[in-house]
């Protein structure tokens, strides 16, 4: 029986990261897709000394070129393409009014054009044998937030292709799902925390406080462990929930 296969974007760090070494230990072979790559050949080197299968690509997601060339790779080193996870992303946060066009188009391209890209190549791959393709939108898939009118223009995108994926995909079984997070601690957050603070006029502590728990019903973070546990119960999915997407959001945006 030839190993499972798993592509995760954006796997060089915080969510991306946990869930690779998930899907790791789960026993599939992971493609770690990142436009960091010695970070993402650190994280493929570590999985391997545990005895774990697993690739570091370069990979822009907002280039054909290197999205199909990373899924090549895939096929080579494992035969298949069973699960994408397409989850890089960025965050640019701004006043509305002054939010530059070149930002915006930052944005789409790695978010939009991404997932686009990256979700295409998938399919195209799992169209003889079935597979799963699973995009990382968010709360903001959901709400709308100050500061981030592109972000949660593509959040809201994403959820929409996942269920539009999911009607076309089904034929082949293809099934395809959203994770929709709230808040959760990596490098993309602790970024905005002073950054907020400046365009809110806030301190660091009261955008963490007011901004970023105020509508959760206990004031916690997700995890990154909780999006990984997600992605692997999904992983197990036989389309029950396909089209779906799951708010891992601490009571925040319940339906
Ligand atoms: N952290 C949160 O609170 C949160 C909540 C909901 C959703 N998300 C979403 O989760 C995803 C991952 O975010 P994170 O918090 O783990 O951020 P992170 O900054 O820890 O990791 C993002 C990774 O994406 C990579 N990346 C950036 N641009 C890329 C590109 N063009 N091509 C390939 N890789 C690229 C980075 O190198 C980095 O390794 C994003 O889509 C983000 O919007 C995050």
Request: with cysteine; net charge negative; charged share 20%.
């Amino acid at each position: 029986m030839t190993q499972k296969s798993a592509l995760i974007t954006g796997a060089a760090s915080g969510i991306g990261k946990a869930c690779a070494q998930r899907m790791a230990r789960e026993g599939y072979g992971v493609v770690i897709a990142d436009v960091n790559l010695p970070a993402a050949g650190a994280l493929a080197e570590e999985l391997r000394s545990q005895g774990l299968s697993a690739l570091a690509v370069h990979m822009d997601v907002s280039s054909e070129e290197e999205v199909e060339s990373g899924f090549d790779r895939m096929t080579e080193a494992f035969g298949g393409c069973d699960l994408v996870l397409s989850n890089a992303g960025i965050q640019i946060v701004h006043p509305f009014d002054e939010y530059p066009f070149a930002d915006w188009k930052k944005m789409m391209a790695i978010h939009a054009d991404g997932a686009f890209l990256v979700s295409r190549a998938a399919f195209r791959r799992m169209k003889a044998g079935g597979g799963r393709i699973v995009f990382t939108g968010s709360v903001q898939s959901f709400v709308g937030s100050k500061l981030k009118e592109p972000y949660n223009f593509v959040k809201h995108g994403v959820a929409g292709l996942a269920k539009s994926i999911a009607r076309e995909g089904a034929p082949y079984g293809i099934y395809a799902y959203t994770i929709c997070p709230s808040y959760i601690k990596t490098p993309l957050v602790e970024k905005q925390i002073p950054e907020q603070a400046r365009d809110l006029g806030l301190t660091e502590e009261e955008v963490v406080k007011t901004i970023m728990l105020r509508d959760t019903v206990d004031g916690e973070f997700t995890t990154v462990e909780d999006v990984a546990d997600a992605l692997a119960y999904l992983a197990r999915d036989r389309g029950a929930l396909t089209g779906q997407s799951l708010r891992l959001t601490h009571g925040w945006a319940m339906q």
